[in-house]
């Protein structure tokens, strides 16, 4: 029984490892799509049509994501704010967005 369940927790273990290696592809997807849009003005596009990609539609879903519209049109929206993905994700930026928000509803 205690190998089953040594067994078990390895294989969720490897789990979760390979979901957060698909994540780290989708935030250097959206990186690129970034750039893309600072060089080209075609970010948006270009996540839109890998989102929508049988590649891009495999690795959402290995990252736990589900590929939907929905997903494809706030992953749009991210690219044309033009914020990092390590910009939006640090603490500084959320600390900032949460005073800004915070300054509007006052």
């Known amino acids: 029984m205690r190998d089953f369940v040594d067994g078990t927790a390895y294989n969720s273990e490897q789990g979760n490892r390979a979901r957060k290696l698909f994540a780290a592809v989708v935030l250097a997807a959206l990186d690129d799509a970034i750039a893309d849009d600072k060089k080209y003005g075609n970010g948006p596009e270009q996540i839109a049509r890998w989102a929508r990609s049988r590649d891009g539609r495999e690795v959402l879903s290995c990252a736990g994501i589900d590929p939907n519209e929905r997903v494809v049109s706030g992953l749009m929206d991210f690219v044309g704010k033009g914020v990092r993905t390590s910009v939006a994700l640090s603490r500084e930026e959320s600390e900032r967005r949460h005073a800004a928000e ?5």
């Open 102 to 106: 915070q300054a509007e509803a006052a």
